[in-house]
């Protein structure tokens, strides 16, 4: 398995800001991705965030409003840009490890309201 | 591509009571399934996988799940509600690149007294 940690926990963030959450992992991972999960809904994945190049993103989320750094194999960032109140959402990074079988691990997510 | 649906979005159990949740999914070839479960304000935690092996799979916390192919469903069951298995639960599917998932729009498990 895979510890991980994310910073803040939660914030309250004003219309037109920027945030930037913060994802540790105790070991070195190859796999890093960040999810968003808005009021009462599913995840959906927004990027998969690449040590050394830039982030593949899902379609729907582009790197202007969402980038993301990956500066080592331990740790990535992901910044939510010029925000709104549509914004306001649970954002979640997780890690996938491959062995016996493919898994991925969840970091406990950062609780983001846009007033 | 993949998909997942899950018929409920909210079951209701008595404690002590059998827990069904249903999901299906969509897939161009042979799958990997995986539930996870989502505490109130608690990150996700894996419940059980499906990954080709053993169609019954039993998972934590008394969970177990079934691989029918011929249905496409992989429903998670447990003989026996605790008021502690409350929660989210989301069935999942991995995508054609093998390592994105892709999640189910998740139950709510509610448990009475």
């Known amino acids: 398995s895979a510890v991980i940690s994310q910073k803040p926990s939660r914030d309250i963030c004003q219309r037109g800001t920027s945030l930037t959450i913060q994802c540790q992992v105790d070991?070195?991972?190859?796999?890093m991705f960040w999810y968003r999960q808005q009021p009462g809904q599913s995840l959906t994945l927004i990027a998969t965030?690449?040590?050394?190049?830039?982030?593949?993103?899902e379609s729907g989320f582009v790197i202007d409003k969402f980038p993301i750094s990956r500066p080592n194999l331990t740790f990535s960032t992901l910044t939510v840009s010029n925000m709104s109140p549509e914004d306001s959402s649970i954002y979640l990074c997780?890690?996938?490890?491959?062995?016996?079988?493919?898994?991925?691990?969840f970091g406990p997510g950062t609780r983001l309201t846009v007033t | 591509a993949q998909s997942v649906t899950q018929l409920d979005s909210h079951v209701s159990v008595s404690e002590g009571t059998p827990v069904l949740l249903r999901c299906n999914y969509s897939?161009?070839?042979?799958?990997?399934l995986f539930w996870y479960v989502q505490h109130p304000n608690k990150g996700l935690q894996l419940l059980l996988k499906?990954?080709?092996?053993?169609?019954l799979v039993k998972g934590i916390n008394g969970f177990e799940a079934e691989f029918k192919k011929s249905e496409t469903s992989f429903h998670l069951t447990k003989p026996s509600a605790h008021m502690s298995d409350a929660a989210e639960y989301f069935c999942?599917?991995?995508?054609?690149?093998?390592?994105?998932?892709?999640f189910g729009p998740g139950t709510r498990l509610s448990v009475l007294p």
């Open positions: 070991s070195q991972v190859t796999m």
């Open positions: 499906y990954t080709s092996a053993a169609t």
């Open positions: 997780s890690v996938g490890r491959t062995g016996r079988s493919y898994e991925q691990y």
């Open positions: 965030a690449n040590q050394g190049s830039e982030a593949t993103y």
């Open positions: 999942v599917v991995i995508d054609n690149y093998g390592q994105n998932f892709v």
């Open positions: 897939s161009s070839y042979s799958p990997s």
